[in-house]
């Protein structure tokens, strides 16, 4: 059993929302660990997030989920839109509130990011010392090499990329986003043009606080970021939990290659999106994390 509290945290002039997970009963004498958790691309934390926190929380640590800026119920604009630099900073905050919380002991944070967010919970980690400990579930690892495999080639991504420039230029110019869908069977123009049932299904992830629309603008963002470029930056044990029938395993694997500091990667069984909610593909990924945050939050 937990216990779940709705807690709100300034980040860059925005007010974030987000739940922090307790133990129900404890026999851990003094502040508990500390672990700050988000999920993919584009996601509200009822997605994911608040699974994995949930869960942690289970396991004796104090987890924190939250929506970051512009999505969800946290504030700020432009709304939905995947800009890694502004996550990034929205994870500093978010350990900043842990750091100060009278539940958690500041030397004893970790960080775990699912999909997308292993990315930004890496390059906070990379300069943040107040992370004694990453964990990274599923990870989409990207950097120019992997982005020309995973969108087509080197010709579809610079489209994106300028689609994604004009986009942002318009903005500047007007105030208006434009949108397309995040998942979509039937438009191509979506950021992922497929038939995907954990965002598509209303009992999986496909709910009402997930609006499903990607702003066109952060293509360039997104397309130019290089996360695999991190790893000699990241010094903090870091875990990788993954699959061959993953997204990009080829990315986590060279990710992986690079840290300077202590490493461990688990290769297990599962699509990308059976990480997000669907078991044993949870319980491993969970068990595994609390078990390498027991090792190193000591």
């Known amino acids: 059993m937990t216990r779940r509290t709705d807690v709100t945290f300034a980040s860059e002039g925005a007010t974030l929302t987000g739940t922090l997970y307790l133990p ?3 026999d851990i004498p003094g502040p508990l660990p500390g672990v700050v958790v988000a999920g993919t691309w584009t996601s509200v934390k009822e997605q994911m997030a608040d699974r994995y926190a949930e869960r942690l929380a289970e396991r004796g640590y104090a987890a924190l989920s939250f929506d970051f800026t512009g999505f969800g119920r946290s504030e700020g604009t432009p709304r939905d839109v995947e800009d890694p630099a502004r996550k ?3 994870i500093h905050h978010a350990v900043s509130f842990l750091d100060a919380h009278d539940a958690v002991d500041g030397d004893r944070i970790g960080a775990l990011g699912i999909c997308a967010a292993a990315m930004y919970m890496s390059d906070n980690a990379a300069g943040d010392a107040r992370v004694r400990s990453l964990a990274l579930v599923a990870p989409w690892l990207h950097d120019a090499a992997v982005c020309e495999d995973a969108y087509g080639g080197a ?6 990329v300028k689609a994604g420039r004009e986009a942002r230029a318009h903005y500047e110019e007007t105030g208006e986003v434009a949108y397309v869908p995040v998942v979509s069977a039937t438009d191509e123009r979506a950021a992922m043009p497929y038939d995907i049932d954990f965002y598509l299904n209303p009992a999986r992830g ?12 952060a293509w360039a963002d997104w397309l130019t970021y290089d996360a695999i470029a991190l790893a000699p930056r990241i010094e903090q044990p ?7 029938d993953a997204a990009i395993p080829d990315g986590a694997r060279r990710f992986h290659a690079g840290l300077a500091g202590p490493k461990d990667i688990l290769w297990t069984q599962g699509t990308q999106f059976d990480f997000y909610d669907s078991e044993p593909q949870v319980t491993v990924a969970v068990d595994t994390v609390a078990a390498h945050f027991a090792r190193t939050l000591r």
């Open 238 to 244: 870091t875990l990788l939990v993954h699959s061959e």
């Open 206 to 217: 496909g709910i009402p606080a997930w609006p499903n629309r990607f702003a066109v603008m």
């Open 24 to 26: 129900e009963h404890t």
């Open 155 to 160: 010709e579809a991504v610079a489209e994106r």
């Open 88 to 90: 990034v900073r929205d």
